[in-house]
């Protein structure tokens, strides 16, 4: 079935760096969702986009929507430790069905 | 109150049992969603309704069986559970034509 790649897979940093990570396909998506999974708990949404180029924030945490359709980035400035988790990025393809592709995941380490 | 419920929240079984998860939403949604997460896997689709008298395949079924049997109730069966159906079990629903999903707690399920 179709896939997203995510990455990277994991990231150890600092409190207080930035981080970055992405997801690509290779087929145009129509909308991408990023979640955060804390452990033992269910993904949380965090932000959706729904067009090509758009920029949405929520708080420290900033998504982009890419211009080819065929990606999406999430950054989050001045990290705290309760950003540990695992963040899932998710897509719907353009012309497919009414289901959600999901990426593996960034496990993300915050050292205090 | 979770908008989202899964019940039980833990559940240690036997190969060869059979096995419900239940999953309740007060979100008012049509859509609701079986998922797996395997570790390095992601989440894996099994099931999915869009309302009460649709019931499709996800790309794991095999083994699963499901029962819509209101708007607000979607469970989950394992008719004979086996060791590799051990893993993480999310119940998720949406809006129609709204793709941001939102996850229950999850269910972990251990087969012996």
């Known amino acids: 079935g179709q896939q997203l790649n995510q990455s990277p897979q994991s990231m150890f940093i600092q409190e207080g760096e930035d981080v970055s990570m992405n997801c690509t396909s290779s087929?145009?998506?129509?909308?991408w969702l990023w979640y955060k999974q804390d452990p033992g708990e269910g993904p949380v949404l965090l932000i959706a986009?729904?067009?090509?180029?758009e920029l949405t924030s929520n708080g420290r945490l900033t998504a982009q929507f890419g211009i080819t359709r065929k990606d999406s980035f999430l950054n989050i400035s001045a990290s705290i430790p309760s950003d540990v988790g695992i963040y899932f990025c998710?897509?719907?393809?353009?012309?497919?069905?009414?289901?959600?592709?999901f990426g593996k995941g960034t496990k993300l380490t915050v050292n205090p | 109150d979770a908008d989202v419920t899964q019940t039980p929240r833990n559940r240690i079984t036997k190969t060869g049992k059979r096995i419900m998860l239940e999953c309740s939403q007060t979100k008012g949604h049509d859509r609701m969603y079986w998922y797996r997460q395997d570790p390095g896997l992601g989440l894996r689709l099994i099931y999915y309704?869009?309302?009460?008298?649709?019931?499709n395949k996800g790309e794991i079924s095999d083994g699963y069986s499901v029962s819509r049997q209101a708007q607000a109730k979607f469970s989950l069966s394992l008719e004979s559970a086996i060791p590799n159906q051990t893993a993480l079990y999310f119940c998720a629903t949406s809006a129609e034509w709204v793709h941001e999903q939102f996850f229950g707690p999850g269910t972990r399920l251990t087969v012996l």
């Open positions: 998710a897509g719907l393809n353009q012309g497919g069905s009414e289901k959600l592709v």
């Open positions: 309704s869009f309302d009460v008298k649709d019931i």
């Open positions: 087929s145009i998506f129509n909308t």
């Open positions: 986009l729904y067009k090509a180029g």
